[in-house]
Every structure is written in C-alpha cells, then in structure tokens.
C-alpha cells in the first residue's frame, strides 16, 4: 500500500493545470451507455474512480479504450447487470441504473455499501425511477430494475432530509431522456457537475431544459447519438489546491479552473484574509496568503452554497489560522474523519453533531496519520504542507480515487512529498 511523505515548512510557488471534475466524469461516462454509437469524452482524469467506472463499463459489455485523459467508450451491445465486485468499490458506480434501465428496460446493480462520511442512502434515486414507471426488487442486496412497459415521463420532487441529491437527479434525468413524455425533476440539484452531464446528454441529442436550476424539464427523444466531450474542469481539485496556496504558499497559480464554480470557496478565502485573484476571462487564478488571516464560520450547502467536498481542507487551514472557527456540514454531518487525525497534528478541534469547534495554533507538528476517505486525505497533505517536519500518510489510495498525480502536482509547485511505494 503507497503512503505519503510529506516535508513541512514547504512553500508553494508557480504554476499547474487543474484536471478535468472526477464528479463530473463519473456520470458522463455512465452516461455513454445510452447510445449504441461511440462517444468521446476528454479530460477524464486518471484516477482509480474514472478507472473503476470504466472497468464497469467494459463489464457491461462496452467497448472502452483509454489514452491519458481521453476516452473512447462504444456501448454497441450491452448487458444489464453490474457484477458486485466492481460496484461496492464505488458509491458512484450506481449511476449506471438509470442509463442502463432508459436503453434495456432492465438493471440489476447492487446496493451500494456503508460509507465512512456518513449513512449514505438510495431512496430518493429509488423514488425518481418507480416515478418514471419501474418495478424495483431488493433481493440478495441488488437491486433489480424492470420497465415492463416502457418508462414513461412524470413529475417528481427529489428534495430528502438533507436538500437535493446531485447523483440522484443525474440517475433521474438519464432515465428519463429515452422515457416518452415529459419529465419534470422538482428541488433537482444545481452542481456544476449535473449541468456539465446535462450539456453532454444534450449535445446528444436530449431534450433537456433548466439544468442548474431547481427545476429541470426532459422531453424523451425516441434515441441519442454518440458525441465528442470535454468535461469540466474539478472545482474540488482547485479548491485543495487554493487552499493550499493560502496555507504553504507564496504565489500559486491554478490554469483551467472556472471562477463561477469556485464562488463559495473564493468567499471564505477572502473572507479568512486571503487574496485570491482570477484573470479576466475566469479561467485562471492566483492564491496568496494574506498578512493577518482570521478564522470565520463555515456551513455546508448545496451548490452554490459552499461544497461539503471542500469542507474538510478548510478544517486543516483553520486549524492554524488565529481566531475559533465553526465549521457544519449540513450535508455529511458525520463528515469529520480528519479532526481526529489534525488533532495528533497539535490541532485544536472540537467535534460535536456536525458540528467542528477549531481554535486555531500557531503551528502544528508532522506525525504519521491515516487517511480516511478522499477529502479526509487532501487535508492531511494540507496539514503536512504547513506543519513542522515530516507527515507520513497512511492509506495513500483513498486520496487516489480523486486527485490526478497530487503528489506530481505539488512536486511542481516546490513542495517536497514522497510516495513510497510497499
Ligand atoms: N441522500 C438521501 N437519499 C438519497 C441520496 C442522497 O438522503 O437517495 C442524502 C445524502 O445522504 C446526503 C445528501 O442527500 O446527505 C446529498 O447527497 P448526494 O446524493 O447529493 O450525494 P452523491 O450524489 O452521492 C455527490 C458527490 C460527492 C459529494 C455529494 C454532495 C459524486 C460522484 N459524488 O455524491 O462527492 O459529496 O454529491 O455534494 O458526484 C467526493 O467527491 O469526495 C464526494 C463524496
């Protein structure tokens, strides 16, 4: 298992391309499955959930080959069952359903399993495909899907106890671009990332209308044909990596980001004391930290509030900003794996009900830690970055599944981290 090493006291200086949304190619490449005619999608970063994804696909009988950041993926002849072994290694891979249910009137996909940001349910994707008229079992922890007579469009409000679902509206609307009729998706999610699966579904040739806002309205088309895709670029990634500017840097440089998906995260920088400084096309940014930074408030919210995803690198750069901060993920509220690891840093924090109290240290120390899940794991590279001597991280490959090459990319800018490879 690789491990991170991670020199502190580094300071981050130049320039790096952000990759293409790991959140956004999921779907997308799920999407590929509802034509029988080769797609092209491009800037899918090479992490192991994009690799996940594909070895679905290519399970489900598509054709699928990969160069660096672009894909090929040809779903001539398909079957609709998703093997097990694939599917519980990735909470997304359960947005194969709706595409696979929109062109074959049938899916049988296993539930997804526990999660370690918090109970992580599939009602209310249940709810939007027995809305569009399918039979759902639950046997022997699959889920079958059956349309016997065909899918057809429905109005349906997605909203749960924890606001709107972003796979949950994404599965809804791949179903329901092949169903005749119309649907219309009610409190759907407003991520980026639905609007980039949104454009993709569009540009072959669905009719959608509303995507990025609460209401999006699908009238089915009777067949989509296969496109050429490049998707957007990760507003998480960028996120990290301002943050990482403001911790350890002096002077970073992120190409290829999209100012009006970074709003939320810009807000909080500026508002800690942060400058943050985007060209006038939006498309390129420049972090610095600011001479007397003060800790703020946080709370998660859906898009365009600020991202849960970002939730956990924000909690490492409060951890050594002056001032007590309150940081609450409404979304994930059991979201906090990586306090108790920031703690054996020198960190300050509180947990409780959602809830993080952090008073902010002067400095933190390198220690060996344990990464939990994917954002939990950006932090702790943040908190390495800034801290005194050496972090070691543990569990390498949580932080695999979502950021290409991070350790190349800090490399880059002048920070020293080593993978060791075991
Ligand atoms: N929820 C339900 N029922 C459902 C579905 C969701 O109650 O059927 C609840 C969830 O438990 C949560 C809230 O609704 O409290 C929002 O969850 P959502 O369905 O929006 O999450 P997701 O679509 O499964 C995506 C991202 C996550 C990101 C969340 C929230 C992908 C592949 N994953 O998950 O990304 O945290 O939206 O923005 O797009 C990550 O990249 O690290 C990550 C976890």
Redesign the pocket.
Same mark, same amino acid.
């Given at each position: 298992m690789d491990k991170l090493i991670v020199h502190g006291n580094s300071t981050l200086k130049g320039t790096i391309n952000i990759s293409g949304s790991?959140? #956004?190619s999921?779907?997308i490449l799920a999407a590929a499955l509802l034509t029988d005619e080769p797609c092209i999608i491009r800037r899918v970063p090479d992490v192991s959930?994009t690799n996940y994804m594909l070895q679905i696909l290519r399970a489900l009988g598509a054709d699928v080959e990969r160069s660096s950041g672009t894909v090929r993926i040809h779903a001539a002849n398909i079957v609709p069952e998703a093997p097990y072994d694939l599917v519980r290694r990735?909470? #997304?891979s359960? %947005?194969v359903m709706g595409p696979l249910l929109a062109r074959l009137g049938q899916a049988c996909v296993s539930l997804p399993g526990g %999660?370690v &940001? *918090? $109970?992580? +349910? =599939? $009602?209310? !994707?249940?709810?939007g495909l027995k809305g569009l008229g399918a039979d759902i079992d639950v046997e022997g922890g699959n889920m079958h899907f059956t349309a016997p007579n065909g899918l057809k469009g429905c109005e349906i409000d997605l909203s *749960?106890? !924890? *606001?709107?679902? =972003?796979?949950?509206?994404?599965n809804l609307m791949m179903a329901a671009v092949l169903a005749e009729g119309r649907t219309i998706i009610e409190s759907a #999610?407003c @991520?980026p @990332?639905v609007v980039d699966l949104a454009d993709f579904l569009i540009q072959m040739g669905a009719k959608i209308e509303g995507a990025g806002t609460r209401r999006i309205t699908i009238d089915g088309v009777g067949s989509l044909k296969g496109v050429d895709y490049t998707v957007i670029p990760d507003r &998480?990634e960028a996120g990290t990596f301002m943050v990482a500017g403001v911790m350890a840097g002096d002077g970073v440089t992120l190409n290829r980001v999209n100012r009006d998906h970074l709003a939320a995260t810009t807000r909080v920088l500026l508002e800690s004391g942060h400058l943050v400084e985007f060209n006038e096309a939006g498309d390129r940014v420049t972090v610095r930290p600011g001479e007397a930074p003060q800790g703020c408030n946080i709370t998660t919210a859906? /898009?365009p509030g600020f +991202?849960?995803?970002m939730q956990a690198q924000f909690t490492a750069m409060l951890a050594t900003t002056s001032g007590i901060s309150v940081v609450e993920d409404t &979304? /994930?509220?059991q979201?906090f794996m990586q306090c108790a690891e920031l703690k054996r840093m020198g960190a300050d924090i509180r947990v409780d009900n959602g809830t993080a109290i952090v008073t902010g240290v002067e400095s933190l120390s390198g220690a060996p830690v344990m990464a939990s899940?994917?954002?939990a794991s950006a932090a702790l590279v943040l908190a390495g970055l800034r801290a005194r001597g050496k972090t070691e991280i543990l569990r390498v490959y949580h932080i695999d599944? *979502?950021y290409e090459h991070i350790d190349e990319k800090i490399l880059q800018l002048g920070g020293a981290v080593e993978r060791v490879r075991e």
């Open positions: 790991k959140n #956004a999921l779907p959930d990735m909470r #997304a359960i %947005c %999660c &940001i *918090g $109970d992580r +349910p =599939v $009602d209310l !994707h249940l709810k *749960g106890k !924890h *606001g709107p679902t =972003v796979l949950g509206t994404d #999610a @991520e @990332e &998480i859906p /898009f +991202p849960t995803d &979304i /994930f509220p979201r899940d994917l954002r599944r *979502g």
